[in-house]
Structures are given as structure tokens and as C-alpha cells.
Nanobody, 124 residues
Framework: VQLQASGGGLVQTGGSLRLSCAAS????????MAWFRQAPGKEREFVSA????????YYADSVRGRFTISRDNAKTTVYLQMNSLKPEDTAVYYC??????????????????WGQGTQVTVSS
């Protein structure tokens, strides 16, 4: 499975960005797709996840209500709409795919496939 993330950039506080993650190859090897982020000097942390089927989505408390994850199965692409951005959202954002169980979907080790990362910078 290959994952290609895009859509990062520089935005002011309160602005919006939409990230995309295009999946190709044996996408059947994944049932969940997720977004993680890593700020300088910090651990990579879970942001959001969704399954390829169904409507359930998951969010970190820090982004719930501001970020929305969605998918387009026909394009095997997952999106992360980020609104009301804050300087603390500044990080490299990574998309990930794998087959975690529900109790482990927030753990980075649960995902076997990773995109290259896209930088999001929110200026104050």
C-alpha cells in the first residue's frame, strides 16, 4: 500500500486547510485510515481515524469539533478538513493505513503503512 499525502501549507490562526491522502496498491490490506501529527521535539500523536466502511470516526480531544475526517472510496482517498487552526496545530501531518482493532487505533504501531508527511504551519 502506498500513501501520498498533500495539502499542507502556511495559514494564519483561525484559518483552514484540507489535507488529502491518496492510497494505492493493495488497499484491502487496510481497514482503517488515520492521520497522525508530529511537532518538533514531540512524539507522533494520533489526530483522527476512519474506516473504509461505515460512518464511525475518531478524533483526538485536541481537534474534536475543529477537524473532520472523510473519505472517497472511489478515489481511495482520505481527507482531513482542518478549521479554526491554532499555532499548536503546527506539525508534520502523516496519513497512515492499517488493520488495528478499535482499542488500538490511536496507537502508531497499529498502522503498517505511512505516507511521507505534509507540513502544516499555523502562524499567530
Amino acid at each position: 500500500v502506498q500513501l501520498q499525502a498533500s495539502g499542507g501549507g502556511l495559514v494564519q490562526t483561525g484559518g483552514s486547510l484540507r489535507l488529502s491522502c491518496a492510497a494505492s496498491g493493495h488497499t484491502g490490506n487496510t481497514n482503517y485510515m488515520a492521520w497522525f501529527r508530529q511537532a518538533p521535539g514531540k512524539e507522533r500523536e494520533f489526530v483522527s481515524a476512519t474506516r473504509w466502511t461505515g460512518t464511525t470516526t475518531y478524533y483526538a480531544d485536541s481537534v474534536r469539533g475543529r477537524f473532520t475526517i472523510s473519505r472517497d472510496n472511489a478515489k481511495t482517498t482520505v481527507y482531513l478538513q482542518m478549521n479554526s487552526l491554532k499555532p499548536e496545530d503546527t506539525a508534520v501531518y502523516y496519513c497512515a493505513g492499517g488493520r488495528p482493532i478499535t482499542s488500538t487505533l490511536r496507537l502508531r504501531n497499529s498502522y503498517a503503512y505511512w505516507g511521507q508527511g505534509t507540513q502544516v504551519t499555523v502562524s499567530s
